[in-house]
């Protein structure tokens, strides 16, 4: 496809997955260093979607509360600011996913669940590495295949073509660029560049499977979230259905200082992790 209506595709996806004013002031507000529950609550309030998605959130089994929590604020303040940017972002993404049976191998409940697992996995990781932030890995790493979201969403046929022609043998993004012309990070990184969401985020979505072609100063975060979109592919929580993610240069884990015992111990919690990703993305796909 030239390089002209590639740009004029991007472009309109872009026009019709504009993300909401509401979720836009709460991301730059849980980032401003003078913000407080009450600015939260009133942006909260203006999106009455996000306010019932947070409310199950606080009260489902991932938090483990012994007790419901009933107050928007109180819940506001029990999730922290970062988490409610990450809730924020992701409860528009979860909304993306209109229901649908899917096609061939890829079901499009199984695209979300391994949006929000590559997250928890990629917040363990920066907790092992402490390279990155922990809450700002889980955002990267729920956002890493936000091209492939809106190529199923916006560009259907031609998805279906990209399902019917991946296989283990050759990558994703090859079959993506023979069918469509581009790949689903080229979008993603262009639409998110247009959502302002942040350049770490950009970065891990534009670049989590080429890790080295990356030189930029959050080189971290893309192979974290590189990592953990492995780790997750291995254990057959994968985007499309097929496992076609190799694992990521030795430099990767060289530089993020993950040693063999590192491996092991996150490989050692992945079952854990992701059983929690699955109540999770149930949770917040409602």
């Known amino acids: 496809m030239p390089a002209t209506l590639i740009e004029q595709l991007f472009s309109r996806i872009s026009e ?10 709460i991301i730059e507000l849980a980032e401003a260093p003078d913000t407080g529950a009450d ?32 107050d928007l ?13 990450n809730l924020a972002l992701t409860s528009y993404v979860a909304r993306l996913f209109r229901e649908s049976p899917g096609h061939g191998v890829y079901v499009r409940r199984g ?16 907790e092992t590495c402490g390279k990155v932030k922990p809450q700002e890995a889980y955002l990267a790493g729920a956002v890493h295949d936000l091209g492939l979201i809106l190529i199923d969403q916006y560009i259907h046929r031609a998805f279906c073509r990209v399902v019917d022609g991946q296989s283990e043998a050759e990558p994703l993004c090859d079959v993506e ?46 192979y974290i979230v590189s990592v953990a979109n492995f780790l997750c592919h291995c254990k057959g ?8 993610t190799h694992a990521p240069p030795v430099q990767v884990f060289t530089e993020l200082g993950l040693g063999r015992e590192d491996i092991s111990e996150i490989c050692a ?3 854990d992790i992701l059983g929690a990703a699955a109540d999770m993305a149930t949770v917040q796909a409602r």
């Open 237 to 244: 929580v994968t985007s499309l259905g097929v496992s076609q």
């Open 269 to 271: 919690r992945l079952d």
């Open 177 to 222: 660029t023979r069918v469509l012309g581009f790949d689903h990070t080229a979008l993603g990184r262009y639409v998110a560049q247009k959502w302002n969401l942040p350049q770490s985020a950009i970065a891990a979505i534009a670049h989590h499977h080429t890790p080295l072609l990356y030189d930029g100063p959050h080189r971290h975060m893309v």
């Open 73 to 85: 604020k109180q819940a506001i303040t029990l999730l922290g600011f970062d988490e409610l940017r």
């Open 39 to 70: 600015d939260l609550l009133e942006a909260v309030r203006q999106d009455p979607a996000l306010a019932m998605r947070l409310m199950r959130t606080v009260n489902s089994s991932c938090f483990g509360l012994q007790n419901e929590i009933s």
């Open 111 to 126: 695209l979300w669940r391994h949006l929000v697992a590559t997250a928890m996995v990629a917040r363990v990781t920066a």
């Open 16 to 25: 019709v997955s504009s993300f909401p004013e509401a979720a836009q002031q």
